[in-house]
């Protein structure tokens, strides 16, 4: 029976906290949130998607999107539009505003992954990151 102090759902958990802390305090002077930073990167990605396929592409429920999404907007790094084919759907857009964060975003990221992988091999980060996958794809499709 493993130890419940090195279990992988544990370290993973432990992992998540510091990170959503360490990335909200870099982001703090910006007014983002630790929940909010992901949908931007998001859209960085896939700028003028759906809300609905926000949520659905970061495994996350469309009130908790729908929320961050709202606070982003009042903060003017994002905006909501009526999708033109869809009235009941909206796409979102990262503002000029948002743009002018990414290198800030980008770069708190950037610094949490050094931090993670400090001291790891090239070989412990590729083995890592493909446990961490198969890992993901028993929750997602299980």
Excluded: C
Aim: hydrophobic fraction near 35%.
């Amino acid at each position: 029976m493993p130890n419940n102090e090195y279990s992988i759902a544990r370290l993973i958990s432990i992992l998540y906290r510091y990170g959503q802390g360490y990335i909200g305090k870099k982001l703090e002077p910006l007014h983002i949130g630790s929940g909010q930073y992901i949908f931007l990167l998001a859209l960085y990605r896939h700028d003028g998607i759906s809300q609905e396929e926000l949520s659905d592409h970061l495994k996350i429920d469309k009130a908790t999107t729908a929320k961050a999404l709202k606070r982003l907007e009042e903060e003017g790094y994002v905006a909501r539009s009526v999708d033109a084919f869809d009235k009941r759907a909206y796409r979102v857009f990262v503002t000029p505003k948002g743009m002018g964060i990414k290198p800030e975003v980008q770069s708190a990221l950037r610094n949490w992954r050094e931090i993670l992988s400090d001291g790891l091999s090239e070989e412990e980060k590729d083995t890592a990151l493909k446990l961490l996958k198969k890992m993901v794809q028993n929750v997602v499709h299980p």
